[in-house]
C-alpha cells in the first residue's frame, strides 16, 4: 500500500532530508508522496522499500528525487539581503525614473514565482518603500511559472502560520495577512490585488515587455548554458533601458549572455540592463 503509513516511505524521507538540508516537516506528505510515486512510476518500481534500495545504492537516483523535490522550494523574503537592497536602493532609482519620464506606472515580473511568495514579497516591498498610497503609482506584478498547480496555491495566497510567522516580520503579518483559521494565514487584498498570476514556459520563445525589474530566481541553476544563455537574451528585450534584472544568490550570468547586464550589487545578485549593447536577441523569435 503506497502510504505515508508505510515504514518504507518513512525511510525515504528520512534519506531525502539528510541530503536536502531542511528539516522533514517542511513538506506535506501529500507533496512529498507525488514526487516519490512518479520517480517510481518511471523506473517501474511498485514498493517503497525497494525504491529506498535503490536511492541507497544510487546517488544518480538521489539526485533525481532531489531534483523533483527541490523545484518548488520557495519562501517569503527569501535570501533578506535581496529586499533590503530592492527596498533601499532599486526602488528608489525606479521612482526617480519614472518622475524624470512623468510615468505613473512601476511594472514587476516574478518570472518563476511557484506557489506566490516572492510576487508577494514583491507587493509588501513596494507598501513598505511607496507607503500605503504607493505614492500615486500604478503597480503591476506579473507572476508566471510552469507548474500550474503551484500556480494554483499562489492564487489561493493561502499558506501555513507557522511558515509564514517564520519568514515574515511580525509587524509584516499584521499588516499584510489574514488569519483564515487556526493555522494559515491569507495574503490580503491589498497585496493579492498587486499581483496578476499566469502560465508561463520560460523556454518559449515570446516574451512579455516592459518591465522595470524582472525576478529570475532559482530556476536557470536548473538550465543548462544555451538555455540559460536564450533566456538572458529575452530577458533583455523583457526590460525597459533602465530595468534591473534579479537573480538567486547562488546564480551568476555566464558567457555570451554576460555583456547583455551590468553587475549592479553582487551580493545581491542584482543587474542591470546594458542598454548600448547593440544586435541583441537578433536571432530569437518574440520580436
Ligand atoms: C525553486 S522555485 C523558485 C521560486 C522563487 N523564484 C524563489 O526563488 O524562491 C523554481 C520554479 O521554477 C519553475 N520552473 C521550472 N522550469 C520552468 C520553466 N521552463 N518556465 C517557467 N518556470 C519554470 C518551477 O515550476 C518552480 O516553481
Partial sequence: MLTYRDPGYQ?????????????????????????????????????????????????????????????????????????????????????????????????????????????????????????ENLSGFRVQILASDIDREALSIAMKGEYPADAVEKQVPRYMIAKYFVKVSEDRYRVSPKVRKLVRFQYFNLLSPRYPRGFDVIFIRNVLIYMKRDAQTEIFKRLYDSLEDHGFLVLGKTETILGEAAKLFKLYDLVARIYRKNPGVMGRGKNIGGG
Fill in 11 to 131: 525511510k525515504i524521507k528520512e534519506e531525502l532530508f539528510r541530503h536536502l538540508e531542511v528539516s522533514g516537516d517542511a513538506y506535506k506528505d501529500t507533496y512529498l508522496l507525488r514526487r516519490i510515486r512518479a520517480r517510481m512510476r518511471k523506473l517501474g518500481v511498485n514498493s517503497f522499500i525497494e525504491y529506498y534500495r535503490i536511492l541507497k545504492g544510487n546517488r544518480k537516483e538521489l539526485e533525481e528525487l532531489l531534483f523533483t523535490i527541490a523545484i518548488n522550494v520557495t519562501e517569503f523574503f527569501r535570501d533578506p539581503i535581496v529586499w533590503k537592497t530592492f527596498q533601499r536602493r532599486v526602488i528608489p532609482e525606479i521612482v526617480g525614473v519614472k518622475r524624470r519620464k512623468y510615468s505613473r506606472l512601476i511594472r514587476i515580473w516574478s518570472a518563476a514565482c511557484s506557489t506566490g511568495q516572492e510576487p508577494y514579497s514583491i507587493a509588501m516591498t513596494l507598501y513598505e518603500a511607496l507607503g
